[in-house]
């Protein structure tokens, strides 16, 4: 089945960047939408953004301008680069994959990873 890796979370002061990476294996990147999403604690998920099977992106409003979702369909990899980041930035960041479109709807996604946690302070 489609396993999702993640990497790049760490702590980071007010104002700084992080690049988040997600790693697929069995999985082909054509076809999926892929997403980035993150869980405060005692929060419930949260979609952040979206890459399709053509490259459309979609953010949510409260990054948007700050973050940039992109992939390597070669590589199989899937990034997030963050900038300008905020204390309420702080979760933890879940990479996700769906066959056909994308969706801010967790339960649309069949195939998660671990996560990795970004604290902002």
């Known amino acids: 089945h489609v396993q999702l890796v993640e990497s790049g979370g760490g702590s980071v002061e007010a104002g700084g960047s992080l690049k988040l990476t997600c790693t697929a294996s069995?999985?082909?990147?054509?076809?999926?939408?892929f997403g980035w999403f993150r869980q405060a604690a005692g929060q419930g998920r949260e979609g952040v953004a979206a890459i399709d099977n053509s490259g459309r992106t979609s953010y949510a409003g409260s990054v948007k301008g700050r973050f940039t979702i992109s992939k390597d369909n070669a590589k199989n990899t899937l990034y997030l680069q963050m900038n300008s980041l905020k204390p309420e930035d702080t979760a933890m960041y879940l990479c996700a994959a769906r066959w056909a479109s994308c969706s801010w709807n967790s339960d649309a996604y069949n195939y998660w990873g671990q996560g990795t946690q970004v604290t902002v302070s």
């Open positions: 069995r999985v082909t990147y054509s076809g999926y939408c």
